[in-house]
């Protein structure tokens, strides 16, 4: 991750030890042509080396002005500037708060061109590498700290974007190791940045999928298709000097520059646990010397919401689970450092301006909801805006991460309805971005304000009602745990935690059609139905000719919005 300097060339114990925590990022991409739906997906989680960082969503919009410059805010980067282009290009970014003295770190960008830029995932290479290309001199390179948005902010294309970020390198340098994707509707690119001067970038196939942990994963490169690559001019002369490891007759680039931490287990388990996940089939066993593959095929196709569960995994099915104690030491991908993640869908036949849907989960993704986000919008919702590194419940990022730290503190109580709670509501998040999709195109027939206005009210509606969500959750685990606060006699018995979720768009999403009359519901789905009523602690069941009753764990109540509050476990137990 961030915040490091050229430290990983020759890592003693102790320094594994003090930067582990900030090295910690993973990579995740699909191919359109693997994906259920037919997007391209790039995907990358933000860790830190602590675990509350307070992060933020923005919108920066287009401006025309000449002289001005992309400046690095890092307290050690002695006012380090680039220069911008007279006219740069609206983004969204997430930015770190400003309280922080590190400097901006935009994370993930999408830009008015359907251009996403998302970066890094930091690497490191070996002592001998480092002798041919040395990272640049302290406060004088390009870092991480602007990298996707001075990048996205000047590009129409994704492979305008390995243009440019080339050229970028070859002026000014980079400060440190680092892993790059950008995509567009038509192709995406991964950029590998292996020192001071040297990067290839390489065209992902759109029929395989990837992830990966703190490492460097291109190897060989195929010059039978040399318009899938895009490196600089003195990279072979350096592998050439670096006493090159060959492989299928090539110099395997991640082979002859990687550094012993960037293979070691720390990196490795999660590139194979990602393999695992997406191809059982020819993952195997873990093996710790083993260089897995940059690019498979899967063993089905893949969604975005199977891109989140990636994001949440703990080596879970697999004999490093860290649910158990001997394994809690081991770094997943599911890390309690995360401070946000982003998976950027693109959608070719969305329009450009709009074609990029970026799912932002603030907090660690295991205890928390990815939110969708159209890159049209022009603002975003106003929990998104507030600063500071201390628990505020006016952020989206406080109020996100407050779960994950009482789905940490009661992991058995808690851990498996919170996630519950935001897996239902990502399914409806998806739900709804599909439905809109049709009205979003017709608001664009009308122009390009118009559509944006329509996404970035959708965007704002959306963010409002998981934060909301956010608080609600909580407020009702600290009640129920406030409930069970007694003398714990022997007739008492524990108080259930129900969390309350709205029923029509649940229920739809399943499969029911939803009948409404005055308070009462009705369920149906083939010989099946369901029939309950605002207020009432029971609820019908019919199948076929077999008539039941239920009880309700908490009385269904009425919304606000012509919608009625059922708990969590009547939606889980719908058939």
């Known amino acids: 991750m961030k915040r490091i300097r050229l430290v990983l060339v020759m890592l003693a114990a102790a320094m594994v030890i003090t930067t582990a925590g900030a090295y910690a990022c993973t990579g995740v991409y699909v191919g359109k042509k693997v994906s259920t739906d037919g997007t391209t997906i790039i995907a990358r989680s933000e860790d830190q080396g602590e675990s ?7 919108v920066m919009p287009r401006i025309t002005k000449a002289g001005r410059y992309m400046v690095d805010t890092g307290e050690d980067q002695n006012g380090f500037r680039v220069p911008l282009p007279e006219t740069t ?24 061109y359907g251009v996403a830029v998302m970066g890094t995932v930091s690497a490191g290479h070996n002592s001998t590498y480092d002798l041919f290309d040395p990272y640049v001199d302290t406060g004088t390179g390009l870092r991480e700290a602007i990298e996707p948005a001075l990048i996205d902010c000047q590009c129409k294309t994704a492979r305008e974007a390995v243009v440019v970020f080339g050229k970028l390198l070859k002026k000014y340098g980079s400060e440190e190791g680092s892993i790059l994707m950008f995509a567009d509707k038509k192709e995406a690119w991964i950029f590998e940045v292996y020192g001071g001067h040297q990067y290839c970038a390489m065209r992902m196939p759109e029929d395989k999928v990837a992830a990966f942990g703190n490492q460097f994963m291109i190897g060989g ?23 090159p490891v060959m492989k299928d007759g090539m110099i395997n680039i991640a082979m002859t520059i990687s550094n012993d931490y960037d293979r070691s287990d720390y990196s490795n388990m999660r590139t194979w646990m990602g393999h695992k996940i997406l191809a059982a089939s020819t993952a195997g066993d873990y093996d710790s010397k083993t260089y897995y593959p940059l690019f498979y095929k899967p063993d089905s196709k893949v969604s975005v919401l199977d891109v989140m569960d990636i994001y949440r995994n703990r080596f879970q ?30 959608f070719s036949d969305m329009p450009k301006d709009c074609c990029d849907v970026m799912w932002l989960c603030l907090g660690n993704a295991e205890h928390s909801v990815f939110v969708p986000y159209f890159s049209g919008i022009t603002s975003t919702y106003k929990a998104y805006h507030v600063k500071g590194a201390q628990y505020d419940y006016r952020s989206a990022y406080w ?25 239902i509501q990502e399914l409806g998040e998806e ?3 599909l439905s809109q999709m049709p009205l979003i195109k017709k608001a664009y027939t009308h122009g390009t304000s118009n559509g944006r206005a329509y996404v970035t009210a959708l965007g704002k509606k959306m963010g409002a009602e998981q934060f909301g969500n956010a608080h609600s959750l909580y407020s009702a685990i600290v009640t129920n745990q406030i409930m069970n606060q007694t003398d714990k006699s022997e007739d008492f018995y524990p108080e259930t935690l129900q969390v309350m979720v709205k029923l029509k768009g649940a229920a739809k999403m399943l499969g029911y059609k939803v009948e409404v009359s005055g308070e009462s519901y009705t369920l149906t789905k083939g010989d099946v139905s369901y029939s309950l009523e605002t207020g009432v602690g029971t609820y019908t069941i019919t199948k076929g000719m077999n008539v039941s009753t239920d009880v309700f764990g908490k009385k269904p109540y009425a919304s606000s919005d012509n919608d009625i509050y059922v708990p969590l476990e009547f939606v889980k137990s719908l058939e």
């Open 399 to 423: 109020s996100f991460k407050q779960l994950d730290e009482v789905g940490e503190a009661d992991n058995r109580a808690l851990s498996q309805t919170v996630k519950d709670y935001w897996k």
């Open 89 to 112: 290009y609206k983004y969204t970014y997430v930015p770190d708060s400003t309280a922080s003295t590190a400097g901006m770190f935009p994370a993930c960008c999408t830009n008015e």
């Open 52 to 58: 509350g960082y307070n992060k933020l969503f923005k």
């Open 317 to 346: 099915g697999t004999k490093y689970d860290m649910s158990k104690s001997k394994n809690a030491a081991l770094r997943a991908i599911g890390a309690n450092t995360q401070s946000d993640i982003h998976i950027v869908q693109v």
């Open 431 to 433: 739900n709804t971005i």
């Open 221 to 243: 490169i195929d010059y039978s298709h040399s318009d899938d690559y895009y490196m600089s001019p003195g990279l072979i002369n350096v592998l050439n000097s670096c006493q």
